[in-house]
């Protein structure tokens, strides 16, 4: 990764200042080609916050009523970022009475008076394409009641920042960045009169990163689920505009496009949320229903992996299993160490989940995130399976990539007897205690039960050597191992039977009882969901089998089962509010 303060960061920055100053002397547009359609999703709840001056961005809620929000200093970069990308015209949108549309013209035209002239740390060729997108989104919204000469100087503005990212999309990092910066020139220049001539390079360099960015299973290096979500519904966006101007998406614009859906369902839980791994988390609400039936694509993905994930699925309930090594090098900075870690969802109730990561909250919980015990998983003696190396970055914050992660994860999907079967393995830990971990999982057919089996085994002479010596340095009492179960903050979970099940019951009225048949320790123990748009982590549970590995091979067996009073079929209507807590 680029360092910040060096050279080739410097004048990134500087070429991206020039070029911001340069646009300002260009010819403006004068108006859009074609009446432009709103294809983004906003929060209600948070649009109607915004407006009252309860402003959320990163994690930082500061109250500031009737006060412009580029006179708010930003505690942090990343509350910068948010607010110079526009993605709150979404939710200002989303309500759309005469509050709302009043907050958004002023911070819109606030900022064009402030920044507009190529100055201010929004123009960057990914902050500019996201927030060119927002402006053509809502600009119907944006220009009702204003005056000729306001209008003329959104126009001009709008024509400024396409040409800037005509001139330095190519500065963008690849990946979502890229695809941020091209879809923006793509749809700036199709809706924007004396425009269109910036469509072809952009067009045709999307193309290539398509090819470049999107493997043949439809992932993206990061496998980041959310991230990948993100990509593809700039890809959907871009494909429309083009058809809706009469042209023609480049095949492998489209091919991306339909190698990337069956992934996207793969990742979907029962409840239409996406699995929470390596950075992302479930997406807006509906807007992978949405990207999915846009695209018009129909294909599932076919058995095996899917952008490393292994799924199954049977009755109500659906598994996500993170099956494959993490991200390296670049593309690790937001990775987990998640290797065989899963969650599960029943209807619309997700019950066993990730922590989640913990990026808005500051540097402590995104560090905390992304560790094993923050996942449903076994880790040892205090190790993630993975570790994390750090690298100083703008502003003192620190860049963690991922390093010591597992290299070999062989995975095995197959028929039970009674139901689906995932069997899987990762080297995580035989470096440092020479114990191989291998996870396998049952799922009935019925989608009522799931049986789980952990082992730690040493499975040559190098690795029963590097074992003995772990376990001298115990004194022969044995390497502690965890393995936990997050559940989600909605699941109500009690120690029943005198201490030997936990009983966890959803707001569906599902009641799920987890038990064990091993002599490791069973506790409930205090855990935390995190999720962006909240202005803490929240509280939850967890349950921990805890266990000593003294032999070349432990086993723990547990299970997870639907207890037999509740239904097969549910009418499960509760919605859950938007809340800032």
């Known amino acids: 990764m680029t360092h910040p303060d060096s050279w080739s960061a410097r004048r990134t920055r500087l070429l991206n200042r020039v070029h911001a100053r340069l646009s300002t002397r260009a010819k403006p547009a004068t108006g859009f080609v074609s009446q432009p359609e709103p294809r983004t999703i906003g929060s ?164 290539r990163d398509c090819d470049a960015q999107v493997d043949d299973e439809g992932g993206i290096p990061t496998r980041n689920p959310e991230e990948l979500l993100e990509v593809f519904t700039l890809l959907t966006w871009a494909a429309a505009a083009l058809n809706e101007a009469g042209k023609s998406p480049p095949a ?22 996406l699995a929470r791994f390596h950075g992302g988390g479930r997406g807006l609400e509906g807007r992978l229903d949405q990207a999915l039936a846009i695209s018009g694509v129909r294909s599932r993905a076919s058995e095996g992996l899917a952008m490393g994930y292994a799924r199954l699925s049977a009755g109500r309930t659906s598994i996500i ?64 399976s993975a570790r994390l190396g750090s690298e100083t970055a703008m502003g003192g914050a620190r860049r963690e990539m991922l390093l010591d992660a597992p290299k070999e994860v062989p995975i095995k999907m197959s028929q039970a007897p009674d139901g689906l079967r995932f069997e899987g393995g990762h080297d995580g830990y035989v470096a440092t205690h020479g114990l191989t971990h291998a996870r396998t999982l049952e799922l009935t057919f019925d989608g009522r039960g799931l049986a789980g089996e952990d082992v730690l085994v040493a499975l040559d002479g190098a690795a029963r050597r590097r074992f003995d010596k772990a376990m001298d340095a115990t004194q022969l009492q044995g390497i502690p191992y ?53 202005l803490r982590p929240r509280e939850t549970k967890q349950i921990v089998l805890t266990g000593r590995a003294i032999e070349y091979a432990t086993r723990t067996r547990w299970s997870l089962a639907k207890a037999q009073e509740t239904a097969i079929g549910l009418r499960d209507l509760h919605r859950d509010e938007d809340a800032l807590t």
């Open 44 to 207: 209600f709840a948070r649009g109607r916050q915004l407006a009252a001056g309860n402003l959320l961005f990163a994690g930082h809620l500061i109250e500031a009523p009737k006060t412009s929000l580029w006179d708010i200093p930003p505690p942090d970069p990343d509350f910068e970022t948010e607010t110079h990308g526009f993605a709150w015209l979404d939710d200002l949108a989303a309500v759309g009475d005469p509050l709302t549309r009043a907050t958004a013209q002023a911070w819109v035209w606030d900022w064009i008076d402030r920044y507009g002239r190529g100055r201010g740390p929004g123009w960057t060729p990914e902050l500019t394409g996201r927030r060119l997108i927002r402006w053509i989104n809502h600009a119907l919204f944006l220009l009702a009641g204003q005056t000729a000469e306001d209008s003329q100087r959104f126009y001009r503005a709008l024509a400024q920042q396409t040409i800037f990212l005509s001139r330095r999309w190519h500065s963008a990092p690849p990946g979502l960045s890229r695809f941020e910066a091209l879809t923006g020139v793509i749809y700036a220049g199709l809706s924007l009169t004396g425009m269109e001539r910036h469509v072809p390079k952009a067009v045709a360099a999307l193309a």
């Open 252 to 273: 492998a614009h489209m091919q991306a496009i339909e190698r990337i859906a069956p992934t996207l369902r793969t990742l979907r839980h029962a409840d239409g949320g």
């Open 321 to 384: 299993v993170d099956a494959s090594p993490p991200p390296t090098g670049k593309a690790s900075f937001n990775a987990h160490a998640s290797t065989l870690a899963f969650e599960l969802t029943s209807g619309r109730r997700p019950l066993i989940v990730s922590c989640g990561s913990g990026a808005s909250f500051g540097a402590d919980w995104r560090r905390a995130g992304r560790a094993t015990p923050s996942h449903s998983a076994l880790s040892l003696d205090e190790y993630s």
């Open 482 to 534: 965890q393995i936990r179960f997050h559940l989600h903050p909605e699941a109500d979970a009690t120690l029943d039977m005198g201490g030997a099940a936990i009983s966890i019951v959803l707001k569906s009225g599902e009641i799920w009882v987890f038990r064990h048949d091993t002599t490791a320790e069973m506790r409930l123990e205090p855990s935390v969901y995190l999720e962006k748009g909240r």
